[in-house]
Nanobody, 124 residues
């Protein structure tokens, strides 16, 4: 599976962005999809995950109520709608997927395929 994230950019605090994750490979629809982010000087952190059917989602507390993860398996594409953005959301955002190896949504062992990342910058 190859992933390509897009949709990042510069936005003012309180604004919105929608990230997309385009996947190649027939197995994409069989795997959960996750989004992670990494800010300068910080470790990569989990943002959100959606199961393969799209019927179950899980969010980091820091984005709960502001971000929405979704997917369209017919288009082999996942999304991350980000609303009410804050300067602390500034980071490179990565989409990732893979076969389940752990019951924990944020466990990186569940994600063996990664996109190249897209920069999100939120100005105050």
């Amino acid at each position: 599976v190859q992933l390509q994230a897009s949709g990042g950019g510069l936005v003012q605090s309180g604004g919105s962005l929608r990230l997309s994750c385009a996947a190649s490979g027939r197995t994409f629809s069989s795997f959960p999809l996750g989004w992670f982010r990494q800010a300068p000087g910080k470790e990569r952190e989990f943002v959100a995950r959606i199961n393969w059917t799209g019927g179950n989602t899980y969010y980091a507390d820091s984005v709960k109520g502001r971000f929405t993860i979704s997917r369209d398996n017919a288009k082999n594409t996942g999304y991350l709608q980000m609303n009410s953005l804050k300067p602390e959301d500034t980071a490179v955002y990565y989409c990732a997927t893979g076969p389940i190896r752990s019951g924990l949504a944020y466990d990186v062992r569940n994600y063996i395929y990664w996109g190249q990342g897209t920069q999100v910058t939120v100005s105050s």
